[in-house]
Protein backbone atom coordinates (compact mmCIF):
# COMPACT_ATOMS: atom_id res chain seq x y z
CA UNK A 1 0.00 0.00 0.00
CA UNK A 2 1.51 3.39 -1.03
CA UNK A 3 1.83 6.60 1.53
CA UNK A 4 0.38 8.37 -1.90
CA UNK A 5 -2.51 7.33 -2.86
CA UNK A 6 -4.26 7.22 -6.64
CA UNK A 7 -6.84 6.84 -8.18
CA UNK A 8 -6.85 2.85 -9.68
CA UNK A 9 -7.75 3.86 -12.60
CA UNK A 10 -9.65 7.40 -14.59
CA UNK A 11 -10.96 7.46 -18.34
CA UNK A 12 -11.83 9.44 -20.68
CA UNK A 13 -13.25 10.40 -23.94
CA UNK A 14 -10.88 11.93 -26.49
CA UNK A 15 -10.53 15.79 -26.55
CA UNK A 16 -11.72 15.78 -22.73
CA UNK A 17 -10.45 16.53 -19.81
CA UNK A 18 -9.25 14.24 -17.33
CA UNK A 19 -7.51 15.09 -13.79
CA UNK A 20 -5.34 12.38 -11.37
CA UNK A 21 -5.39 13.19 -7.87
CA UNK A 22 -2.07 12.47 -5.82
CA UNK A 23 -3.09 12.43 -2.27
CA UNK A 24 0.04 12.17 0.66
CA UNK A 25 -0.17 13.39 4.28
CA UNK A 26 1.95 16.24 6.19
CA UNK A 27 4.97 14.67 6.12
CA UNK A 28 5.75 14.34 2.71
CA UNK A 29 3.51 16.20 0.76
CA UNK A 30 1.98 18.66 3.09
CA UNK A 31 5.89 19.10 4.31
CA UNK A 32 6.17 21.14 1.53
CA UNK A 33 7.84 18.64 -0.81
CA UNK A 34 7.63 18.97 -4.60
CA UNK A 35 5.36 16.71 -6.14
CA UNK A 36 6.76 15.10 -9.36
CA UNK A 37 4.70 12.77 -12.36
CA UNK A 38 5.15 10.11 -14.57
CA UNK A 39 3.87 8.43 -17.48
CA UNK A 40 4.74 4.87 -18.20
CA UNK A 41 3.62 3.21 -21.83
CA UNK A 42 3.62 -0.52 -21.55
CA UNK A 43 7.03 -2.29 -21.72
CA UNK A 44 9.25 0.95 -21.14
CA UNK A 45 10.38 2.99 -18.46
CA UNK A 46 8.72 5.53 -16.90
CA UNK A 47 9.18 9.23 -18.69
CA UNK A 48 9.19 12.54 -16.42
CA UNK A 49 5.67 14.77 -17.28
CA UNK A 50 5.48 17.37 -14.44
CA UNK A 51 8.46 18.19 -11.97
CA UNK A 52 8.40 21.03 -9.27
CA UNK A 53 4.30 20.21 -8.85
CA UNK A 54 3.80 22.42 -12.36
CA UNK A 55 7.03 22.10 -14.29
CA UNK A 56 7.19 20.57 -17.87
CA UNK A 57 10.69 19.38 -18.75
CA UNK A 58 11.06 20.33 -23.04
CA UNK A 59 9.24 18.24 -25.07
CA UNK A 60 5.98 17.33 -22.94
CA UNK A 61 2.97 19.31 -24.79
CA UNK A 62 1.44 22.13 -22.72
CA UNK A 63 -2.29 19.39 -22.20
CA UNK A 64 -0.16 18.20 -19.63
CA UNK A 65 -0.18 20.00 -16.59
CA UNK A 66 -0.05 19.62 -12.61
CA UNK A 67 -1.10 21.80 -9.52
CA UNK A 68 -0.03 21.54 -5.97
CA UNK A 69 -2.44 22.46 -2.30
CA UNK A 70 -1.56 21.24 1.28
CA UNK A 71 -2.01 17.73 1.42
CA UNK A 72 -2.55 16.81 -2.22
CA UNK A 73 -1.74 17.02 -5.54
CA UNK A 74 -2.87 17.15 -9.27
CA UNK A 75 -2.26 16.61 -12.57
CA UNK A 76 -4.59 17.77 -15.48
CA UNK A 77 -4.93 16.34 -19.16
CA UNK A 78 -6.94 18.51 -21.55
CA UNK A 79 -7.55 17.47 -25.28
CA UNK A 80 -6.91 13.96 -24.51
CA UNK A 81 -5.09 11.84 -27.06
CA UNK A 82 -5.42 8.12 -27.83
CA UNK A 83 -1.59 8.21 -27.19
CA UNK A 84 -2.39 9.32 -23.62
CA UNK A 85 -3.39 6.00 -22.54
CA UNK A 86 -0.76 4.96 -19.81
CA UNK A 87 -0.33 4.46 -16.67
CA UNK A 88 0.52 7.33 -14.35
CA UNK A 89 2.44 7.91 -11.09
CA UNK A 90 2.93 10.58 -9.04
CA UNK A 91 6.12 10.88 -6.83
CA UNK A 92 7.37 12.78 -3.87
CA UNK A 93 9.77 12.76 -0.33
CA UNK A 94 9.19 12.33 2.81
CA UNK A 95 11.40 13.64 5.48
CA UNK A 96 13.91 10.91 6.01
CA UNK A 97 15.09 11.58 2.05
CA UNK A 98 13.24 8.79 1.06
CA UNK A 99 11.72 8.43 -2.21
CA UNK A 100 7.92 7.81 -2.16
CA UNK A 101 5.40 6.52 -5.32
CA UNK A 102 1.83 6.81 -5.56
CA UNK A 103 0.22 3.68 -6.47
CA UNK A 104 -0.03 4.51 -10.32
CA UNK A 105 -3.79 5.61 -11.89
CA UNK A 106 -4.31 3.69 -15.43
CA UNK A 107 -5.64 6.10 -17.95
CA UNK A 108 -8.14 4.86 -20.44
CA UNK A 109 -9.08 7.10 -23.68
CA UNK A 110 -12.65 5.63 -24.42
CA UNK B 1 23.60 13.23 -24.21
CA UNK B 2 22.98 11.39 -20.62
CA UNK B 3 22.53 7.63 -21.00
CA UNK B 4 22.26 5.24 -18.26
CA UNK B 5 22.42 1.57 -19.67
CA UNK B 6 21.88 -1.10 -17.49
CA UNK B 7 23.04 -4.96 -17.34
CA UNK B 8 21.28 -7.71 -19.04
CA UNK B 9 18.12 -9.99 -17.68
CA UNK B 10 18.99 -12.99 -14.93
CA UNK B 11 16.80 -15.36 -13.74
CA UNK B 12 17.41 -16.60 -10.34
CA UNK B 13 17.29 -18.90 -7.79
CA UNK B 14 15.51 -18.39 -4.64
CA UNK B 15 18.17 -17.60 -1.90
CA UNK B 16 20.21 -16.54 -4.47
CA UNK B 17 21.78 -13.16 -4.89
CA UNK B 18 21.68 -10.58 -8.32
CA UNK B 19 23.50 -7.94 -9.22
CA UNK B 20 22.77 -5.41 -11.83
CA UNK B 21 24.55 -2.46 -13.22
CA UNK B 22 24.02 1.00 -14.40
CA UNK B 23 26.75 2.56 -16.50
CA UNK B 24 26.33 6.53 -16.94
CA UNK B 25 27.77 8.60 -19.79
CA UNK B 26 26.94 11.72 -21.09
CA UNK B 27 27.52 13.62 -17.52
CA UNK B 28 29.85 13.72 -14.95
CA UNK B 29 28.80 10.65 -12.96
CA UNK B 30 29.70 11.61 -9.41
CA UNK B 31 27.69 14.85 -9.89
CA UNK B 32 24.61 13.32 -9.64
CA UNK B 33 22.91 10.84 -6.84
CA UNK B 34 21.29 7.06 -8.34
CA UNK B 35 18.51 5.80 -7.61
CA UNK B 36 17.41 2.46 -7.92
CA UNK B 37 13.74 1.74 -8.54
CA UNK B 38 11.84 -1.59 -8.96
CA UNK B 39 8.52 -2.81 -10.89
CA UNK B 40 6.96 -6.39 -9.84
CA UNK B 41 5.07 -7.37 -12.94
CA UNK B 42 1.98 -5.09 -13.06
CA UNK B 43 2.76 -3.43 -10.41
CA UNK B 44 3.78 0.27 -9.52
CA UNK B 45 7.25 1.79 -8.89
CA UNK B 46 9.04 1.11 -5.46
CA UNK B 47 11.63 2.79 -4.33
CA UNK B 48 14.30 1.07 -3.48
CA UNK B 49 17.13 3.43 -2.33
CA UNK B 50 20.39 5.73 -3.60
CA UNK B 51 23.96 6.15 -3.96
CA UNK B 52 25.82 9.26 -4.08
CA UNK B 53 28.72 8.13 -6.27
CA UNK B 54 30.84 10.88 -5.24
CA UNK B 55 31.18 9.97 -1.21
CA UNK B 56 29.48 6.29 -1.65
CA UNK B 57 27.03 7.17 0.79
CA UNK B 58 23.69 5.33 0.88
CA UNK B 59 20.06 5.50 1.98
CA UNK B 60 18.24 2.69 1.78
CA UNK B 61 14.67 2.54 2.00
CA UNK B 62 13.49 0.69 5.52
CA UNK B 63 12.05 -2.41 3.71
CA UNK B 64 15.61 -2.92 2.12
CA UNK B 65 17.72 -2.19 5.10
CA UNK B 66 20.27 -5.19 5.44
CA UNK B 67 19.20 -6.73 2.35
CA UNK B 68 20.25 -5.07 -0.30
CA UNK B 69 23.42 -2.79 -1.16
CA UNK B 70 24.48 -0.30 -3.55
CA UNK B 71 28.08 0.52 -4.86
CA UNK B 72 29.52 2.33 -7.00
CA UNK B 73 32.98 2.18 -9.64
CA UNK B 74 33.81 5.62 -10.29
CA UNK B 75 36.66 4.43 -12.77
CA UNK B 76 34.07 3.24 -15.23
CA UNK B 77 30.90 5.57 -14.29
CA UNK B 78 28.95 2.09 -12.89
CA UNK B 79 26.26 2.01 -10.09
CA UNK B 80 25.21 -1.65 -8.77
CA UNK B 81 22.31 -2.72 -7.18
CA UNK B 82 22.92 -5.85 -5.36
CA UNK B 83 19.87 -7.74 -3.35
CA UNK B 84 20.43 -10.94 -1.37
CA UNK B 85 18.32 -13.68 -0.23
CA UNK B 86 16.44 -13.46 -3.16
CA UNK B 87 12.83 -14.64 -3.43
CA UNK B 88 9.43 -15.29 -6.04
CA UNK B 89 8.65 -12.28 -5.07
CA UNK B 90 11.47 -10.13 -5.92
CA UNK B 91 10.85 -10.90 -9.91
CA UNK B 92 10.98 -6.93 -11.09
CA UNK B 93 11.80 -4.99 -13.55
CA UNK B 94 14.92 -3.19 -11.69
CA UNK B 95 15.54 0.05 -12.99
CA UNK B 96 18.45 2.86 -12.41
CA UNK B 97 17.74 6.57 -12.51
CA UNK B 98 19.39 9.92 -12.00
CA UNK B 99 18.78 11.77 -9.34
CA UNK B 100 18.69 15.86 -8.96
CA UNK B 101 18.72 18.11 -6.00
CA UNK B 102 14.51 18.82 -6.65
CA UNK B 103 14.15 15.28 -6.39
CA UNK B 104 12.99 13.81 -9.98
CA UNK B 105 13.95 11.16 -12.37
CA UNK B 106 14.31 12.81 -15.51
CA UNK B 107 17.03 9.91 -16.74
CA UNK B 108 16.02 6.26 -16.35
CA UNK B 109 17.44 3.10 -17.32
CA UNK B 110 15.90 0.96 -19.73
CA UNK B 111 15.70 -1.59 -16.83
CA UNK B 112 16.62 -5.07 -15.80
CA UNK B 113 14.14 -8.12 -15.73
CA UNK B 114 15.23 -10.44 -12.79
CA UNK B 115 13.42 -13.39 -12.71
CA UNK B 116 13.20 -15.29 -9.41
CA UNK B 117 12.39 -18.88 -9.53
CA UNK B 118 13.38 -22.72 -8.75
Known amino acids: QSVLTQPPSVSGAPGQRVTISCTGSSSNIGAGYDVHWYQQLPGTAPKLLIYGNSNRPSGVPDRFSGSKSGTSASLAITGLQAEDEADYYCQSYDSSLSALFGGGTKLTVL | QVQLVQSGAEVKKPGASVKVSCKASGYTFTGYYMHWVRQAPGQGLEWMGWINPNSGGTNYAQKFQGWVTMTRDTSISTAYMELSRLRSDDTAVYYC???????????WGQGTLVTVSS
Open chain 2, 97 to 107: ARGVTRGYYLY
